[in-house]
């Protein structure tokens, strides 16, 4: 009967284990897709920034008036 105890308590012990691996694992590939995540968000945020700047200087005043003599000199 002891011995169906000890068999018992080393399966129990075992499958703790593997079930501390496994949590271990998805744990590393949660934390892995967050800063890829992160990366990306940052990326975009930068490229976003970008457009802006771009669109700013499209329609700055002053931008707007430089074409518009431009065009106005060409005809």
Do not use: H, W
């Not at 079930?19 to 744990?27: C, E, G, H, M, T």
């Not at 992160?38 to 945020?45: A, F, N, P």
């Not at 002053?62 to 074409?67: F, L, N, P, T």
């Amino acid at each position: 009967m002891s011995r169906l105890y000890f068999v018992f308590a080393v399966f129990c012990f075992t499958a703790i284990l593997v079930f501390a691996v496994y949590l271990r694992s998805l744990n590393n590939r949660i934390f892995y897709e967050l800063c890829a995540c992160r990366v990306e968000q940052s990326r975009l945020k930068q490229e976003l920034g970008t457009k802006q700047l771009l669109l700013e200087g499209l329609i700055n005043p002053g931008a707007i008036s430089q074409r518009f003599d431009e065009l106005n000199t060409n005809e």
